[in-house]
């Protein structure tokens, strides 16, 4: 059967892959270290399971609400208003499978064919993929390690056509760890305001910031204009470490929550029911094993960022939040490695794989070709041994 030109083109998710081949080299018996978790390692909170296991003995496993369950659209608005200072009706809030299928509902709801979307990069992987299952366009917006990876808002303004839609902001992002400040978040959204864009603001990683002084500001928080030209999405995923229940949300200005309310009543009729329940329990319920997570991983960056630091040949940016950090490999790439040429990140990627047994994720689909993003959503033990793994690699293939 004849796969249409837009399926054809959709490339699969390289870290979803990436993850999985570490997992089948593990069966297999390899004794593999795996850097591309994209998910935390901790187990989904007790309240929380003990929520859907309610759920479940209650019979709560019907249809729900397309958009989602009353209680839960409630809790989130609470949320938003409680941790965000924003004011959202339920009615402006469309419950989705994930926060990937919120990206998607997003912009299959705002773009016409051939519709930009400044994407500052590096970006998340799905962006690209997404807006262009969408009939858009990305338009990625380089941003350069000595700015921190930060893209200011006369980059933005560059990049912007007469077809730009919209704008995506990730803060904190994937895969850079990028946090965006007030200040930065409201020259951006001047210039939202100036070419009358949407603003994309994703703020799944929200609750994983780590330095004293940095907050999470929402870009729909810091006027009118502003929240009225913001899709917020956001999710339990990474917060409360339930990626697998796929419960995202979106918060947009009423037309367009009803619009990507009717896409989805067809598409997938509602989010699962039980996960819902347990959604619901993640926001009302206590935020104590939430702030556990938030440590463990700052504790986990300072580890991972102490071993690249001490690793010539290898650089990043101190990630400022989510669980990732981007490491430039550029002095690495040129010549070859047991008769393999090294041309590129990919190629430093699949010597470590051979030589190392670790895995990472090459940045080219990231934006970046030289670069590596390794998770550290894994345990303190096992990013040391992973960087000793790494530097081992260094020093028997190059001399620095
Ligand atoms: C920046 C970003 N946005 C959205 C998502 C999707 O989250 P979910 O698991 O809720 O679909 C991810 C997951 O990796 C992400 O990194």
Not at 80 to 89: F, I, R, V
Not at 163 to 171: D, L, M, P, V
């Amino acid at each position: 059967m004849r796969i249409n030109e837009r399926a054809a083109n959709i490339k699969a998710s390289s870290t979803l892959a990436l993850t999985a081949k570490a997992k089948e080299l593990r069966a297999a018996g390899a004794d593999i270290l795996s850097f591309t978790a994209g998910e935390p390692d901790f187990d989904t909170p007790k309240h929380i399971r003990d929520a859907a296991k309610s759920a479940l003995d209650e019979g709560f496993t019907k249809y729900t609400p397309s958009s989602g369950t009353a209680e839960l659209r409630e809790a989130i608005c609470a949320k938003l208003k409680k941790d965000n200072g924003l004011s959202y009706e339920p009615a402006q809030i469309v419950v989705s499978n994930g926060a990937k299928h919120s990206l998607f509902n997003a912009f299959y709801t705002i773009l016409d064919d051939g519709d930009e979307v400044v994407t500052p990069a590096p970006y998340w992987v799905s962006y690209a993929e997404i807006i262009t299952m969408c009939g858009g366009a990305p338009v990625p917006v380089y941003t350069n390690e000595a700015d921190g990876f930060k893209a200011d808002a006369g980059l933005i303004e560059r990049a912007i056509t007469a077809k730009t839609k919209a704008i995506i902001i990730n803060s904190p992002s994937n895969p850079a760890g990028v946090v965006y400040n007030r200040g930065e978040l409201a020259e951006i959204a001047e210039i939202a305001k100036k070419y009358d864009l949407a603003i994309i603001s994703d703020e799944v990683y929200e609750k994983l910031i780590f330095d004293d002084g940095l907050e999470h500001v929402s870009a729909a928080s810091l006027n009118d204009d502003a929240l009225n030209r913001s899709i917020i999405i956001n999710g339990v995923s990474k917060s409360y470490s339930m990626t697998g229940w796929r419960i995202g949300y979106a918060a947009a200005p009423r037309d367009v929550a009803a619009a990507m309310g009717n896409l989805q009543s067809h598409a997938t009729s509602n989010p699962n029911s039980i996960a819902q329940k347990a959604a619901f329990a993640a926001l009302v319920g206590d935020g104590a094993p939430v702030e556990d997570m938030r440590l463990a991983f700052k504790s986990r960056r300072d580890v991972i960022m102490k071993a690249i630091d001490e690793t010539p040949g290898i650089s990043a940016v101190c990630p400022q939040g989510a669980f990732y950090v981007f490491v430039n490999v550029e002095k690495l790439v040129g010549g070859d490695i047991d008769g393999m040429k090294i041309n590129d990140a990919a190629d430093v990627a699949a010597a470590l794989l051979s030589r190392e047994n670790v895995v990472v994720v090459p940045g080219a689909d990231f934006g970046y070709a030289n670069y590596i993003r390794l998770s550290f959503a894994i345990s303190e033990e096992e990013i040391g041994k992973g960087m000793d793994r790494i530097k081992n690699f260094i020093s028997e293939c190059y001399s620095f």
